[in-house]
């Protein structure tokens, strides 16, 4: 069963930093597709970020030129480190696998900024 952990969240005060992961666990097959979600209170979930073959990227241009995603341990982790953070960036953020079918998503972690 293939389980998704994310670490990372937590709560800052604006123009601060945080740096979220996600680990992929009983992995068989390849990651190919990366993505983060967040869902603020009262919306729905949206897309932040996402990470094709390792390389090719794409970023929701509300975190573009803040947020970067990036894998690391031969794709196995995907980490999204987060700068100059505003509070409308508070929401959940889920990590998730889109390139297997059914797609794999974590539980959430929480990203909290104040101003």
């Known amino acids: 069963q293939v389980q998704l952990v994310e670490s990372g969240g937590g709560s800052v005060q604006a123009g601060g930093s945080l740096n979220l992961s996600c680990a992929a666990a009983?992995?068989?097959?390849?990651?190919?597709?990366w993505a983060w979600y967040r869902q603020a209170p009262g919306k729905q979930r949206e897309l932040v970020a996402e990470?094709?073959?390792?390389?090719?990227?794409y970023y929701a241009d509300a975190v573009k030129g803040r947020f970067t995603i990036s894998v690391h341990n031969d794709t196995t982790t995907v980490n999204l480190e987060m700068n100059s953070l505003k509070p409308e960036d508070t929401a959940i953020y889920y990590c998730?696998?889109?390139?297997?079918?059914?797609?794999?998503w974590g539980r959430g972690t929480q990203v909290a900024v104040s101003s």
């Open positions: 009983e992995m068989t097959f390849e990651i190919r597709v």
């Open positions: 990470i094709t073959g390792g390389r090719y990227t």
């Open positions: 998730a696998i889109l390139n297997t079918s059914p797609q794999y």
